[in-house]
């Protein structure tokens, strides 16, 4: 049986050894790796390349699919807010990361201007007005046109077709 924990690591280390920032995801679905990624923001420059991300979209690509059912998702860290959100969105079965923030925190950090892992989770639960992010509202009705229209299109439903919901 495969090690899909060790391959885990074994990714986010030759990542640091190639450069790059100690994060990998792999993919499993019927015991079989679907998609497999390092982070790569350092080597992209792309602050959106984490590992779960690239490996979400290679997997839901490969699949012709946005959900990830039936999926199992390793990943090294805790997700970031992003990955997390990434992640309940393709509503795999089961994530398993293998160390937390407060392990690795007296290894690395990754704080930025309005992003810190020790406040974002409550600035994030904020009113958009109190966060420290500026942001701005300027309310469009056409711009909610673009939703009615996507309804119209979509036989009147207001949900993605096939979507999977949540359990009560």
């Not at 059912?69 to 997700?79: D, F, Q, R, S």
């Not at 711009?143 to 119209?152: G, K, N, S």
Request: net charge negative; aromatic share 10%.
């Amino acid at each position: 049986m495969a090690d899909y924990v060790q391959r885990t690591i074994d990714i986010a280390r030759n990542n640091v050894t190639a450069g790059g920032r100690p994060f990998a995801t792999v993919i499993v679905r019927d015991g079989e790796i679907l998609a497999e990624s390092p982070n790569l923001v350092a080597q992209s420059h792309d602050p959106t390349a984490h590992a779960e991300i690239l490996a979400i979209r290679e997997a839901c690509v490969r699949l012709g699919t946005e959900h990830l059912v039936g999926a199992t998702i390793y990943v090294l860290a805790h997700p970031c807010p992003m990955c997390l959100g990434a992640l309940y969105y393709c509503s795999p079965d089961e994530v398993v990361f293998l160390t937390t923030r407060d392990a690795y925190e007296p290894h690395y950090v990754d704080d930025r201007k309005y992003f810190e892992l020790d406040t974002f989770y409550p600035e994030f639960a904020k009113s958009w007005e109190q966060r420290r992010l500026p942001m701005r509202y300027e309310p469009r009705e056409d711009a909610v046109d673009v939703y009615r229209l996507w309804q119209h299109r979509n036989g009147g439903d207001r949900r993605v077709s096939g979507a999977p919901r949540s359990q009560p």
